[in-house]
C-alpha cells in the first residue's frame, strides 16, 4: 500500500495556489505574460511553456521571494505566508530519479555533492508522473526544484527531462550513492529549515526468544524414549534448545553458557556412541 507519496488533495490545491501567486507577482515585476495581470488569469490559457518561463525568471532572480515574503502582494494568510517562507529553503539543479519506492522517490543530485533526497510527487506518485511523461527507464535525469512543504520535499511541478540511457556504471555508481547515504543515515528528507536527513527508522530485533522458548517447552515436553539412540537424541535436543535459548536470553553468563554447552557436546558424543552400536 502506497503512503505519503504524493501530498494529498487538500496540500497540493494549497502547494498550486501559492506558486499561482508567486507566478503572478514575478510577472508583474518583469512583465513577460502581458495578459496575465492575477494568479487567476494563470488558469486560463497559460501553456505550460509560458508558465515554465515564469518558473525559471523566479529561481533565477532570488529578490522576488524575498520581496514577496516582505510585502505578502495578494494578502495570504500568516500560514500560508510561512509556506511560502520555506520555499527560500527550495534547491533547484538537475537530478538523477534512481528509484522509486512505496512511500517517496530517491533523487541524487547530480552536481559534485550527490546529495540524496526522499522526494514525494505533487499531485501523484513521482514513478506515475514519469511514466507519463517519458518513456525512458530509470534511472532518469531531470531538472526540477524540489521545494520544502510541510515537513516533506515535493517538487515544483514543472519538471523537464533529459533523453539519455545510462549505461550499467553509471546505474551501478547512483545506486551505490544511495545506498551509502541510507546506511549513514544522510538521506534528506526535509529542507523546511534546510537540509535534513530522515529520521531512521527503528529497527526492531527479533532474536528469537519467543520461537526458541517454545522449542524449550517441546523439547522438555518430549515422551520417553523407545531406543537408546532416541535417549541420546532427545537429550541433544533438551541440551542444544538450552543452549540456544540461554545465548540470546543472558549472553554474558560465560559459565552458565559453557555448563549448556558441555551438556550438548556430551549428548551429541551419545548419539554417535548410540549409533556406532546401532551399526555393529
Known amino acids: 500500500m502506497r503512503t505519503a507519496v504524493n501530498l494529498s488533495p487538500e496540500e497540493a490545491t494549497s502547494f498550486l495556489k501559492l506558486w499561482a501567486h508567486l507566478d503572478a507577482y514575478t510577472n508583474q515585476r518583469l512583465g513577460?505574460?502581458?495578459?496575465v495581470k492575477s494568479p487567476r488569469d494563470l488558469s486560463h490559457g497559460v501553456s505550460v511553456a509560458d508558465r515554465g518561463r515564469l518558473r525559471v525568471a523566479f529561481w533565477e532572480d532570488p529578490s522576488l521571494l524575498k520581496d514577496f515574503i516582505r510585502t505578502n502582494p495578494f494578502g495570504l494568510s500568516a500560514d500560508e505566508m510561512e509556506d511560502v517562507g520555506r520555499f527560500r529553503h527550495a534547491v533547484r539543479g538537475r537530478f538523477f530519479v534512481e528509484r522509486c519506492l512505496k512511500d517517496h522517490a530517491v533523487l541524487v543530485a547530480a552536481g559534485e555533492q550527490r546529495a540524496v533526497y526522499a522526494v514525494i510527487g505533487l499531485t501523484e506518485p513521482i514513478d506515475e508522473f514519469l511514466a507519463r511523461r517519458t518513456p525512458m527507464p530509470l534511472p532518469i535525469l531531470v531538472e526540477a526544484a524540489l521545494v520544502p512543504f510541510r515537513g516533506r520535499i515535493t517538487w515544483d511541478g514543472l519538471v523537464s527531462f533529459h533523453s539519455i540511457h545510462f549505461g550499467p556504471g553509471i546505474r551501478r555508481d547512483l545506486k551505490d550513492e544511495y545506498l551509502r547515504a541510507k546506511d549513514r543515515g544522510e538521506i534528506i528528507g526535509s529542507l523546511d529549515a534546510?537540509?535534513?536527513?530522515?529520521?531512521?527508522?527503528?529497527?526492531?530485533?527479533?532474536?528469537?526468544?519467543?520461537?526458541?522458548?517454545?522449542?524449550?517447552a517441546a523439547a522438555d515436553a518430549v515422551g520417553r524414549p523407545d531406543t537408546s539412540l532416541q535417549a541420546a537424541a532427545f537429550r541433544l535436543l533438551k541440551a542444544s534448545a538450552?543452549?540456544?535459548?540461554l545465548s540470546v536470553a543472558e549472553p554474558d553468563k560465560a559459565a552458565a553458557l559453557e555448563e549448556k554447552a558441555r551438556k550438548a557436546e556430551r549428548a551429541l558424543r551419545a548419539v554417535h556412541e548410540a549409533l556406532l552400536r546401532d551399526s555393529e
Not at 242 to 245: D, F, Q, S, V, W
Open 32 to 35: 513577460l505574460l502581458p495578459d
Open 242 to 245: 538450552h543452549l540456544a535459548l
Open 194 to 216: 534546510g537540509p535534513r536527513p530522515m529520521a531512521r527508522r527503528k529497527r526492531v530485533v527479533d532474536d528469537g526468544r519467543p520461537a526458541l522458548e517454545k522449542v524449550v
